[in-house]
């Protein structure tokens, strides 16, 4: 497989659409060298969002310091014909040497409002494209569901079963990584917990269970080597397994220190209830419920409304491929060439012309309102851009641990107006306005551009 | 970022679910080292697949071919604790023994029909479980999509621009590669067509626009390194865009090449039809008309019944993150251990125990129907799963090429019943029943494990 030689997609300048290398060509070929400004936002919220957990930062940043074209790469390049030579050259050296603002991860965004600005030479800037845009979307994808399921849970136990339904292995990771970052307590995927430090939990199978002579022989066999697991009770019938821990707990005595049991299957509500009274009766009160099997925020939210006795969520699918919004429109749009604001009227896809700055205003400890302007506008507000690389370089802003950005996840959560933490679509959403400056460029940008949208050439 | 170091994750034996090394210990601990069987498939079709294409074995045996943990994934195991010494031991020298059968890529399959059949000591089978899910669902929900667009675009061009808003760098890679194995044409992921030899295509983007004085200056800045490349024309108006390719024409003579536009927004079907008027009387009927923004296999449908005079499609978010089933319900279950068929009964999990064939007939030309049978009863049909690896080593059967796994697909869409290829949920879909044999073995293990069901405990 070509694809585990080398370099890996993350990291290769090849991983990116053909596009980009052929205006990069054009560009180089034309000295289009100047400074770009390119706005990665996203136009419209999913319909049932009232918020978007920014992420994905930390991988773009580590991308843009090391992005480089290898040998290799060059070689391949070059026995695929069509670019030229003088171009072929070009990315002998190519590194990027741009700067980056953006919002830190964790952040809540809205409708337009940038995400990450690319300031670079025009070539490099366009190159990034398709790398950034495939992070900072499944990131926030991703970190804004489990924002809804941590927020749905309501400070129970949310732990990351998603590997196996994520959309591949680099999905799986980013699953486990911004589920923590978004408040979830811990993975299921060892690698994960590896790559990013972040706390790994495990129960058991049923095939464990399947494979044993009896259930109850399972169970005694695995907490022999885990005594402090957590046992699933559903293969065949969850109160008789439930039944089956309680008859352990007796024989074991002193030795039994089982700290939950898993459900997977069933009514969970009405098993987690009967279970917890079973549990009770027999005075093994310390002993947790789990829960997982399709689990989404909008179930956790109804297992909780009716009181279910449960301690902690095993989510999977739905928090792994963010079922009811496994898209959001992000694009990365270039909004400033050689000191110049652009923009384009393609229908329905308007942009805001020029380099932009989010402030946002807050009142009682909520955030407010937000406004969209040019970057060079003074405001009350708070700046949401700030920068975390010069000159190619990641300063020490775009240096953010995982627990911090998980720190800062929190307090966004919090100052988040409560309704709209809602599940569901709100009306009135969070207030998004555009500054009167920034109004202005582009009532007066649209003017210059109208004369590409009569049929006349432009004069050069 | 430690995960830009060491294994890459679709490599590494570290690249599972906790449990299943907790189950590991557990097994070895207990001399549970007989042969298992598990069988990937998955229960119900999403509500509007008629068939689901299987796809990711390539992966999944190469995976397994060079599965083993290293030193430092070792060593890191071992200061997560948790784990016995005589376990950390045993991992030393791991790897998959296994035998491995399963249906080429490629194959229509349908409910409850085995895809892939791992045969191996239990604690290697079970360890590989979540790279295996991983994989066979993530490209079988690609292929799947790519398999219906493709299907939609009766024969037109099909190309993947999907990157951005796939799933996370892997993603990205299998949606050109699935999307390839099921028919389309190209991806413009230059990293994945130099990874699975695949071609890339290129068109340009509106930032090249933009970044110029003009449309006009900038189109024909592009052909001056690509002569024969696809203009886009929807930057500030598709018409007048499509004006100024004409005046390019006109301007150039002799060497205009410009193979195709691209348009990007607005009603494609009446641009298109309006953009080949246009072209078609200035002479350029060689100029085809390529469409893409926010496509989907039921926009092409539509396009394509209204006339519009489209050549090619660029499709991207749906079909990189199959946005109306992103995911499919497959499990990998254990159904048999040491010779004898296993189940569960959670509740609506039921499980058709032993290890299972899958027989196909065919009738007129088109397949007819499947039977799920027990794996060693005779049938007139023709058997799905084959034997695509031994001892952990891969069979010719398990060395299938792209271009001929995609000639399978091709023939397999050839054989499918016309009605099944409808983009809606077919009502009576494609039949497959249950053999007898298979039905008794299923009856009678659900009599043996009545036991677990009661209250009292098993002998054991």
Redesign the interface.
Known sequence: ????QGN?????A??????????M???Y??E?NAV?V?ELFFRKLPSNRNFVMAAGL??VL?YLEHLHFTDE?QD?LKQ?G?F?QQFLRQLQDFNFTGDVFAVPEGTLVFENEPVVQVIAP?PEA?LV???L???I??QS?LATKAARVVSAARGHKVVD?G????????????VARTSYLAGANAT????A?????IP??????????????????ALR??I???PD?TLLV???????GV??VI?LAEALGQDFKVEAVRL???DLGKLAKESRRLFDEAGLNQVRIVASSGLDEYKIQALLKEGAPIDGFGVG?QLA???DA??I??S???VE?ASRP????????ELLPGRKQVFRFFEADRMKRDVIACFEENSDGKPLLEQVMSQGKRLEQGRVSLENAREHARQQMALLPPELHALQRVKLGYPVAVSNSLRQTNEQLQRE?A?????R????
């Open positions: 497989m070509a694809e585990q890996m997609p993350h990291q290769s090849l991983f990116t659409d053909l596009y980009q290398l052929r205006m060509q054009s560009y070929a034309e289009m770009a390119f930390d991988n580590s790469e391949w695929q069509g030229s025009l366009q494209e398709t790398y845009l495939n992070q979307h499944l994808v079963f590997s196996r339904r994520a959309h591949g292995t680099d999905a799986a990771l980013k299921s995927n060892v690698f917990g590896r790559a990013y430090d790994v939990v495990g129960t058991m199978a049923h095939s464990f269970i399947q494979a044993h002579p009896s259930e109850y022989a066999a695995f022999q080597e885990f697991t559903d293969t065949y019938d969850t109160l008789a039944r089956k008859a997977d299957s069933g699918t491929v963010s079922g496994p898209e429109d992000f990365y749009k270039l060439y652009r923009m384009k009227l393609s229908s329905s896809k551009l004369v590409e949208l009569s049929p050439l432009s004069a050069s």
